[in-house]
Nanobody
Framework: QVQLVESGGGLVQAGGSLRLSCAAS????????MGWFRQAPGKEREFVAT????????RYSDSVKGRFTISRDNAKNTVYLQMNSLKPEDTAVYYC?????????????????WGQGTQVTVSS
């Protein structure tokens, strides 16, 4: 059974940092692009960041560019999202996802596997 399990969420003050982790089990995703998405209450799920298996190609949403960093450790089958300079508008449930293919994509429908999400709350 394929599972993606996020961890590292929590409550942080504006300007603070959090590091999210996403551990995959059940199969290896070393050749798949991986991504992070988020969903705030009353809003649609939105793209945050994505990375190819090699880490060479990375893409960020404009809202997090320069503050968030995505990385991966294929040996550990784990993807990370380092979030710095957090803002109240970053408050959301953050989801890790594994793409169907190797190229980076910002489209949720092109991701085949999803984690259960981890809550990030940024207080002002």
């Amino acid at each position: 059974q394929v599972q993606l399990v996020e961890s590292g969420g929590g409550l942080v003050q504006a300007g603070g940092s959090l590091r999210l982790s996403c551990a995959a089990s059940g199969r290896t995703f070393s050749r798949n692009a991986m991504g992070w998405f988020r969903q705030a209450p009353g809003k649609e799920r939105e793209f945050v960041a994505t990375i190819t298996w090699s880490g060479v190609s990375i893409r960020y949403s404009d809202s997090v560019k320069g503050r968030f960093t995505i990385s991966r450790d294929n040996a550990k089958n784990t993807v990370y999202l380092q979030m710095n300079s957090l803002k109240p508008e970053d408050t959301a449930v953050y989801y890790c996802a594994a793409s169907r293919g190797a190229v980076v994509t910002t489209t949720p429908s092109e991701y085949a596997y999803w984690g259960q999400g981890t809550q990030v709350t940024v207080s002002s």
